[in-house]
């Protein structure tokens, strides 16, 4: 069986971000260099900063990531892409153009007899009410209407300094807050709910935290946040038996 790798969190076109060419350019080397020995790629979210998806216009720029995708499923290899709460308005263009498989709620698979539950992980298991309300807003088709008749030239310009703000919130390198324990992260809350119906689930997979965790939840169960590829390039890979939680280094992606 072939590899199955999982990232989440680039952020790309991000005015928070300096290096933001060179971040694209070492996400397409990584995609570059795992698409022989890869037979599906997982996007689990915020793969952009801000991403709104006319009928007929889409975000310019991203050629060079846009371009490698489509040459890995035009070679066979799945790319599934999840919305995340800062590309949750991609529609049907990345499947259309691109290939991809596209997913707008958390899925359960089934990969080599194990159970995977995977998604970007906003909004589960947290209890933030602005932040429901704010993406209740934002998944509401009206609103999204209301949103899509500014003229693009306004609309990109308000929706990146908006993602520029929530970033800089918290700071480029600091990202999130560090760890904070079973009892206190919501990811892990919602793991340890969710396996009380559903025990069979051998690993819950989510973006969104910006950190690196790999937790125990039962002798079979795990959960793991993939981090991001701002300042850390982590990503997960599952060879068909074991799951890894890897850093990219340029020219290194095993196993």
Known sequence: MKNIYFLSDAHLGSLAIPHARQQERRLVRFLDEVKDKASAVYLLGDI?????????????GYTRLLGKISELT???VEVHFFTGNHDIWAKDYFEQECGMIMHHEPVTVELS??????????????????????????????????????HPRWAMSFGLKWARHSRMKHGLEGGDPPYMGEDRECLVRYAKEYLKVHPDVNYFVFGHRHIELDLMLSRQSRVLVLGDWITQFTYAVFDG??????????????P
């Open 113 to 150: 007899d194990k159970v995977f539950l995977l998604g970007h992980g906003d909004g589960m298991g947290d209890p933030s009410l602005s932040f429901r309300i704010l993406r209740t807003l934002f998944r509401n088709r009206f609103c999204q209407f209301c949103f899509s008749c500014i």
């Open 241 to 254: 038996e074991h799951m890894f939680l890897e850093s990219y280094i340029e020219g290194e992606t095993e």
């Open 74 to 76: 035009d070679s066979g």
């Open 48 to 60: 952009f900063d801000f991403w709104y998806e006319y009928k007929y216009v889409v975000p310019k």
